[in-house]
């Protein structure tokens, strides 16, 4: 499922927790969830509120510990047993803003303000809410920022906050300025920030529900809500092809073996199919472009492949749908060599790397081993 956030009021923790509950994300399962982290004194209920005149799913957390500063591996420690990774990378990334920014680490950095007990909840609620639902992709429009200035322990700081900044910027988040006053919150920034969100318009989808999550505020000038989109892929619902995604970026300062093995790496990690084009860049300097196929819950992994290998500053990305024709696999046996035949509506061709060690292996043209395996796994078929 595909989850499409409109933050034109900003985001909380609360908020995208509100909004996941509107669609549908069952509270009691939410609660288990919260409950493996061992925290005790807590509660999470949902109320209907009105902002702005709109009707909305406020998430009410409380905890007894009221306490907002402790050290971030106290947060950890609670989330990581949940074992919801989502959770623990929100969490983590807080960590790690917050220690850059006051030149400390991240094993041992306090936070302040956010470090309360409901930042479990909120994390680990938002986590397995999106499980719930099945969201295997987050997309989110721009945020709207505000201006002005929030009292810390630190002293007077500048909105947005400096930790809020820091994850926004991390995630090449598009923003846009609204009002003033604090309306994207850190832990709202780095929810957002772990579930890897990709920041544009709203994605091709078969749209199935609408969710709107509430702000603690009712301000006078616009609704206080987190509205949230959650559908199909393209052509998931009716079964006639996937929405896939195309992710490619040209480079001129890589080598061919490089190329070759990256191409290996895509495939073993899930890409449904990865690709050299030949080019011509500027300059006229020779180069290539790299194609990669994947699905949508294997991209990002492909995204960090392909930018670590090649070094590349950048790709493309592209939401497409691909036919897939049924198809069927087959071993058959070729003078004692087990070789796989892909079988399809027009055609049948034996796997290469099967093929090419049957033919090292009898000493027989590779092209005699692919034909026997062809016409044993075509009778194999009927």
């Given amino acids: 499922?595909?989850?499409?956030?409109?933050?034109?009021?900003?985001?909380?923790?609360?908020?995208?927790?509100?909004?996941?509950?509107?669609?549908?994300?069952?509270?009691?399962?939410?609660?288990?969830?919260?409950?493996?982290?061992?925290?005790?004194?807590?509660?999470l209920d949902a109320a209907r509120v009105t902002r702005g005149g709109m009707s909305a799913t406020r998430a009410l957390v409380t905890v007894e510990d009221t306490a907002t500063e402790r050290r971030a591996a106290a947060?950890?420690?609670?989330?990581?047993?949940a074992e919801?990774?989502?959770?623990?990378?929100?969490?983590?990334?807080?960590?790690?803003?917050?220690a850059r920014i006051h030149g400390t680490d991240p094993g041992?950095?306090?936070?302040?303000?956010?470090?309360?007990?409901?930042?479990?909840?909120?994390?680990?609620?938002?986590?397995?809410?999106?499980?719930?639902?099945?969201?295997?992709?987050?997309?989110?429009?721009?945020?709207a920022l505000g201006t002005g200035t929030v009292s810390t322990r630190h002293g007077i700081l500048p909105l947005p906050a400096p930790a809020t900044a820091a994850l926004l910027a991390s995630a090449g988040a598009q923003v846009t300025g609204t009002g003033s006053g604090e309306t994207v919150t850190p832990t709202g920034a780095a929810l957002l920030v772990a579930a890897e969100a990709r920041f544009?318009?709203?994605?091709?989808?078969?749209?199935?529900?609408?969710?709107?999550g509430a702000g603690s505020r009712d301000p006078a000038d616009r609704p206080n809500v987190l509205q949230a989109l959650l559908g199909e892929a393209a052509g998931a619902a009716?079964?006639?092809?996937?929405?896939?995604?195309?992710?490619?970026?040209?480079?001129?300062?890589?080598?061919?073996?490089?190329?070759?093995?990256?191409?290996?790496?895509?495939?073993?990690?899930?890409?449904?199919d990865a690709w050299l084009s030949p080019i011509i860049m500027k300059k006229g300097r020779p180069a290539h472009t790299v194609h990669v196929l994947a699905a949508p819950e294997r991209a990002g992994d492909c995204e960090r492949i392909v930018l670590a290998e090649t070094g590349s500053l950048g790709l493309r990305r592209t939401t497409v749908d691909r036919l897939a024709l049924p198809r069927s696999t087959v071993?058959?046996?070729?003078?004692?060599?087990?070789?796989?035949?892909?079988?399809?509506?027009?055609?049948?061709k034996p796997e290469h790397d099967d093929v090419a060690a049957a033919a090292t292996a009898l000493g027989l043209p590779l092209r005699e081993v692919a034909r026997r395996a062809r016409s044993a796994g075509s009778e194999e078929a009927r």
């Fill in 1 to 43: 499922m595909i989850l499409w956030l409109n933050p034109v009021s900003g985001i909380s923790g609360d908020m995208l927790l509100g909004a996941l509950l509107d669609l549908g994300a069952p509270l009691d399962g939410v609660r288990e969830a919260v409950a493996r982290t061992g925290l005790a004194g807590w509660s």
């Fill in 75 to 81: 947060l950890l420690a609670h989330v990581e047993r």
């Fill in 84 to 98: 919801l990774p989502l959770a623990a990378r929100a969490v983590r990334a807080i960590a790690e803003v917050e």
């Fill in 108 to 143: 041992v950095v306090h936070l302040h303000e956010i470090g309360g007990l409901d930042t479990v909840v909120d994390t680990v609620g938002v986590a397995a809410a999106l499980d719930l639902l099945d969201v295997t992709e987050v997309h989110c429009g721009p945020l």
């Fill in 200 to 212: 544009g318009p709203v994605p091709t989808m078969a749209l199935q529900s609408v969710g709107y």
């Fill in 238 to 272: 009716s079964g006639a092809g996937a929405a896939m995604v195309l992710l490619e970026t040209n480079v001129d300062d890589v080598t061919g073996e490089v190329l070759g093995h990256l191409v290996g790496l895509l495939l073993d990690a899930g890409a449904a």
């Fill in 331 to 348: 071993t058959v046996d070729v003078d004692g060599h087990a070789v796989r035949v892909k079988h399809g509506p027009w055609g049948s």
